[in-house]
C-alpha cells in the first residue's frame, strides 16, 4: 500500500480544506479525491446570503476543478460515486472501478433530512444544501413571492432574511417555541425574533403536517387545522449525516461516522470530518470545527506528531448570518450542566453560560452585543 494516493471522498468544504492544510505539510505524496459533484469548491455558507450579495450561483465558484488540479497537485475523479469500501485490502470501489489507498479520509457531508408530512404537495418541497440545489430553488424564484419555509434553525432564518431582503414574503414555521432553538436561550431568541418579524412572519410552536397542491401554489396545513398558501416551500428542518459507505464497509456509525478525537474512525487507516463525523460524540455540522479536523487529520498523515495538551476543538464561535439582528454563539460543551444568565444590552442581548461550578463555558451574542465576542472568546474552555 505504500505507493498507493491518499484518497479522500468529498469535495465539500472538509474535503477540500483537508487537501489544502495536507499539501502545507507535504508536496510530493499523491492525493486523489472522488467526488460525485463537478469537483468544484465553492462556498456552501454564502448560499444563504447570496441573493441580498447580489450573487449568482456560478458567482459562489471559488475555484473550478482545473484549477484545484493545479493548485493542490491532486487527481480529481468528478461525477464519481464512492460506492464501497474495503478496508483489508485498503480498495475503494467506485462507479469508475477500484481505487487503492494507503490513508482514506471520507468527507461525504449529510443529506436533508425530509419530513414525514402528508399531502402531493410535499414532493415539490425543496431543501438547499448544496450548489445544484440552489440552482434549482433560484430557478424557482420570481419577485414577489410568497415563501414558506419549514425550519427556523441557522439556515432557515438565514434563508429567510434573505428572500425577505429581496422583495419575497416569507414565513417561517418551527414545532419550537422560539427562532434559533438550539443555538439561543429563550430571551436572547425573543429578541432576535422581534427584530427579524420586522421583515418575516414566524408560526412558531407549529407543527406542519399537510401541504396541498393549489393550483400554482401550495396550501400548508398545521395540526390545529389553520391553513397557510405559499408559491414556494423550503425545509430546513436539519441534515442527516451521510454514514451508508462506512458502515455497510464496517466501519462504527452512530448520529455519524464514529470517530475519535485524532479522527479516526473504528479503521485506524480511515479518518472522517465534516458534517458525515461524529467526533467524540458531537456531530458539528459548522465551518469552524472543519478547520479544526483538516488540519489535525493533514498532521497526521504527514506523521507529525500533536502538540501535547492541544485541543482539538477549542471554543468555536458560530455566526448566524442574519443582517436584520446579527448573532453569534458559541455553545458549552454537549450535555455540560449549568444555566444561561441573560442581560438586556441597548439593542441586543448578551446570555452568558455559566456552569455548576459557576466557571463561564459558553455564550450567546444578539445585535449590538456582537461586538463582545472577542473579549469573551478566550474565556471560553475548549471542547475536546
Ligand atoms: C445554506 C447554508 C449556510 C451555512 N452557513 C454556515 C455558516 O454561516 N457558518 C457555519 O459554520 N456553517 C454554515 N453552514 C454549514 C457548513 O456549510 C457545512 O458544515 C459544510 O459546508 C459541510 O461541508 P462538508 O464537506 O462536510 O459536506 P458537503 O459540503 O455536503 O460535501 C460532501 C461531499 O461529499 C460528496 N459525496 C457524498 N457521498 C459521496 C459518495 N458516495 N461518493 C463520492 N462523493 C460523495 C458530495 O458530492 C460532496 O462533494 C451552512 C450550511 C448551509 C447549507
Redesign the pocket.
Known sequence: MENAPIVV?????????VIREFRKLDQNTPVVL????DGCHYS?????NALMAGKRPGDLVLSTKEALVDQMHVVIHAN????HIMPDAHLLG??KGYMPYRKLIL????TPLRLPLQGEGVHNVLS???LID?VRWTGKLTPGQDIAIIGAG??GC??ACDLAATGHHVRVFDIAPQPLYHLLPPQAADFFRKKLAAGISFSLGCRIIRIDQDGDAYTLVDDIGSTHRAHLVLS?VG?VP?T??ARDAGLATRCGIIADRTLRTSDPDIFT?????EVEGMV???????MQAARSIAASLASIPPVPGAPLYPAMP????TPACPAVVCLPPLGKGGDWHETATPEGFRAIFEDDSGRMSGFALVGDAVQEKQELLPKIPAWL
Do not use: H, Q, W
Open positions: 471522498v468529498g469535495s465539500g468544504m472538509a474535503g477540500i480544506t472522488i467526488t460525485e459533484d456552501k455558507p454564502m448560499i444563504s464519481t460515486r464512492a460506492e467506485t462507479s468527507a461525504l457531508g449529510a438547499v444544501n448544496n440552489y441557522l439556515v438565514e434563508f430546513a441534515l451521510s451508508g459507505l470530518l465534516g458534517d458525515c463525523a458539528l455540522p459548522y465551518v469552524m470545527p472543519i458560530i455566526v448566524v448570518k
